[in-house]
T-cell receptor
Framework: EAQVTQNPRYLITVTGKKLTVTCSQN?????MSWYRQDPGLGLRQIYY???????DKGDVPEGYKVSRKEKRNFPLILESPSPNQTSLYFC???????????FGPGTRLTVL | DQQVKQNSPSLSVQEGRISILNCDYT??????FLWYKKYPAEGPTFLIS?????DKNEDGRFTVFLNKSAKHLSLHIVPSQPGDSAVYFC????????????FGKGTSLLVTP
């Protein structure tokens, strides 16, 4: 089954404790992205990647890091999480520029 | 600055009637537009898209209209069904800017029986 998977689905952590949210897709897609969804703000892009070792900042990259060492994986790293990073995070992938983007099920992160 | 705007946070429609969701954009470089649908506790799913060279695209009960001069697009759902109740996101692609997807804030549609 073609899918984008994210782990964990739910995470409660404390300020400053490094964490990684994993994202994996099995569709051999070139493009992968991370978004956060906040009430009243919709979906905002954090980072995106057009291919292995190629990443670029989205609209709200501060406080986040990403890496794309393999085509299928695109982890999101929070080196020192803060409460304002409490949000619902979505990973997504697509084959090319105009192709349909597939989203993962989301990771709800709470930073205390 | 928000380049894709959905000015109606919510919309309520009776089952069987038409739902019209609106979206405005500011960047004339956008050349592809999409609508995504999101249910609670799930990721958004693709619904329908339209290229900037077209003014209409239809897929079953869903039709998207694009008015480039007004920088406006709309999604029509006819007839509306209770299962259509979800948050709908409008998105736009700029092929000159890494094909980044720019999303609106979403419109929550409630279809009542």
């Amino acid at each position: 089954e073609a899918q984008v998977t994210q782990n964990p689905r739910y995470l409660i952590t404390v300020t400053g404790k490094k964490l990684t949210v994993t994202c994996s897709q099995n569709m051999n897609h070139e493009y992968m992205s991370w978004y956060r969804q906040d009430p009243g703000l919709g979906l905002r892009q954090i980072y995106y990647s057009m291919n292995v070792e190629v990443t670029d900042k989205g609209d709200v990259p501060e406080g986040y890091k990403v890496s794309r060492k393999e085509k299928r994986n695109f982890p999101l790293i929070l080196e020192s999480p803060s409460p304002n990073q409490t949000s619902l995070y979505f990973c997504a992938s697509r084959r090319g520029g105009y192709d349909t983007q597939y989203f993962g099920p989301g990771t709800r992160l709470t930073v205390l | 600055d928000q380049q894709v705007k959905q000015n109606s946070p919510s919309l309520s429609v009776q089952e069987g009637r038409i739902s019209i969701l609106n979206c405005d954009y500011t960047n004339s470089m956008f050349d592809y537009f999409l609508w995504y649908k999101k249910y609670p506790a799930e990721g958004p799913t693709f619904l329908i898209s339209i290229s900037s060279i077209k003014d209409k695209n239809e897929d079953g009960r869903f039709t998207v209209f694009l008015n480039k001069s007004a920088k406006h697009l709309s999604l029509h759902i006819v007839p509306s069904q209770p299962g259509d109740s979800a948050v709908y996101f409008c998105a736009a692609v700029n092929s000159n800017s890494g094909y980044a997807l720019n999303f609106g804030k979403g419109t929550s549609l409630l279809v009542t029986p």
